[in-house]
């Protein structure tokens, strides 16, 4: 919010801002506590091969369930949490949370991934990869099954660190993805510096393709490059049939977005994966 405003000329600071000054400062206060008393809650939204149309992954989404102001999403809190410290200790439990859930998938015969979204400023932490490991360890979860996101959300300060952790995690066997693929003026760069198995095509892109030319031209570039790279491809924020059509003829591998399903929580998740209400419309 702070980044928006500091593009404008002029500011001009109200009473209002000072209200809501206080209430981001509380929030950020009361992280500790929620990731301490279990306020955090995952949520999970299907990701599709399109050819076969199998679920081969879902990604987590951390929701907070705050006691006063309901269900928090996470563009409203992540940011407080990188700027106030809790980014470290909400990552971890986030996945512990995902890594425990897509264990118990897996022991009921469901063979998919879980894409978990991570903060580049936890890539300066040197100590994460023996975290992840030691998840991995007690839940004997396949390494491979598990995907970190990385986003440009906060910039990466120390790239040659960075780099080191990202291939520690790299040769642990975890598949690296970068997140929102097209918007950040560094995604570029990370695919020349970090040892990246997947991209995912922001879904400003991906929404209005099937009536906005030159959102079309893009995705369709940024699947010929990943081609070329030979990463694999997720579609992001696929909202509808047409959509979906349009990039199983591009040759896109993989989509996820509001025409599957939304991010449910676990209980609606077990309804969804049997029932699957989208295809109908394919049909
Ligand atoms: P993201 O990783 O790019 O996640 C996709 C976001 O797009 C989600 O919003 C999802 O609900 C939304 N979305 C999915 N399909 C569609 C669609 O078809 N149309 C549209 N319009 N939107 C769609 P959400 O859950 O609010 O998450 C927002 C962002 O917060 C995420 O973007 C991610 O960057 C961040 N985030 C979420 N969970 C975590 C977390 O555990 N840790 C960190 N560091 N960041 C997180
Ligand atoms: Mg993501
Ligand atoms: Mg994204
Ligand atoms: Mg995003």
């Known amino acids: ?3 928006k405003r500091d593009k404008e000329p002029f500011t001009v600071y109200t009473h209002e801002d000072d209200i809501e000054r206080r209430q981001q400062l509380r ?26 149309q199998e679920v081969i992954g879902v990604e987590a989404l951390v929701r ?4 006063k102001h309901g269900l928090l999403f996470p563009d409203s809190f992540i940011p407080l949490a990188e700027g106030s410290g809790s980014i470290e200790a909400l990552t971890e439990w986030v996945l512990q949370d995902a890594i425990s859930q897509a264990s118990l998938w897996r022991a009921a015969g469901d063979r998919i991934s879980v894409s978990v979204n991570i903060s580049a400023l936890i890539l300066h932490n040197p100590a994460f990869p023996q975290m992840v490991a030691r998840l991995l360890e007690t839940t004997s979860f396949p390494a491979h099954l598990l995907k970190l996101e990385i986003t440009e959300s906060a910039i990466i300060s120390d790239v040659n660190r960075a ?3 990202v291939t520690q995690l790299h040769d642990m066997g975890v598949c690296l993805s970068i ?3 097209g918007t950040g003026y560094t995604s570029l760069a990370y695919l ?15 929404m209005n393709m099937s009536h906005v030319a030159d959102d079309e031209v893009i995705v369709r570039t940024l ?3 990943a081609k070329n790279l030979g990463l694999s491809v997720v579609a992001e924020g696929v909202e509808d049939a047409e959509t979906w059509r349009m990039l199983e003829d591009l040759g896109c591998d993989v989509a996820q977005g509001y025409f599957m399903s939304r991010p449910i929580d676990v209980e609606a ?9 989208w295809k109908q419309e394919l049909k």
């Open 192 to 206: 020349r510096k970090l040892p990246v198995d997947e991209i995912k095509i922001d879904k400003s892109f991906v």
């Open 269 to 277: 998740f077990k309804d969804w994966i049997v029932t699957q209400p």
């Open 223 to 225: 699947l010929d490059l």
């Open 27 to 52: 929030l950020a206060q009361d992280l500790p506590e929620a990731v301490a008393s279990n306020q955090l809650v995952l949520h999970y939204q299907p990701i599709v091969r399109i050819d076969d």
């Open 64 to 67: 907070w369930q705050h006691p």
């Open 163 to 165: 780099t080191e952790i």
């Open 1 to 3: 919010y702070a980044a």
């Open 179 to 181: 997140d929102d693929f």
